[in-house]
């Protein structure tokens, strides 16, 4: 990419890491909302009220980590071959057959979605950085991009934007 300037990097995406955990997470979420949905049968049956509270968290909870599980394993199977290329004045952004050149100077915004948790840390939150394009275009750039911290501090340098 001439136009870009000097190769600086290439940073992958590793969509079997994200795959793994997208998985694992259907295959803890799933029983936990089964357990809480059979939890409200036995109660309902056996006349007892009180702790729909509890039984809806539960059946809330595994319902909402499969559903992250399963998003994560969308992902991993749609943005195959995922990569980030940094050059000097700019990177390119390429998964399957999609291609975008993002010079420095059309990206409007670079925000920090950082989260320091150990939920966002399993589930690729651990870093993360939503690019927003003049045209309108987002590319978001999470953990699973390996050196992914690297990349996000080298795109907020470059767009003078630093992370909050």
């Known amino acids: 990419m001439t136009e870009l300037g000097a190769y600086v990097e290439r940073f992958e995406t590793n969509t079997r890491s994200r795959a793994?955990?997208?998985?694992?997470?259907?295959?803890?979420?799933?029983?936990?909302?089964?357990a809480g949905a059979f939890l409200f049968v036995l109660n309902d049956k056996a006349g007892v009220s009180g702790g729909e509270t509890f039984i809806g968290?539960?059946?809330?909870?595994?319902?909402?980590?499969?559903?992250?599980?399963?998003?994560?394993?969308?992902q991993a199977v749609g943005r195959r071959g995922e990569a980030f290329t940094l050059y000097e004045q700019g990177f390119v952004h390429t998964w399957r057959k999609s291609t975008?050149?993002?010079?420095?100077?059309?990206?409007?915004?670079?925000?920090?979605?950082?989260?320091?948790?150990?939920l966002a840390k399993a589930l690729g939150g651990d870093v993360g950085c939503?690019?927003?394009?003049?045209?309108?275009?987002?590319?978001?750039?999470?953990?699973f991009t390996e050196g992914a911290a690297v990349l996000t501090h080298d795109i907020f340098e470059a767009v003078g934007r630093r992370p909050a």
């Open 20 to 34: 793994l955990r997208g998985v694992v997470a259907i295959l803890i979420g799933a029983p936990i909302s089964i």
């Open 57 to 74: 968290l539960v059946i809330g909870c595994g319902l909402g980590l499969a559903l992250v599980g399963a998003w994560g394993c969308w």
């Open 100 to 118: 975008t050149v993002v010079p420095w100077t059309a990206v409007e915004v670079a925000i920090d979605h950082t989260r320091k948790n150990i």
């Open 130 to 143: 939503l690019v927003k394009l003049t045209d309108g275009r987002k590319i978001l750039i999470n953990g």
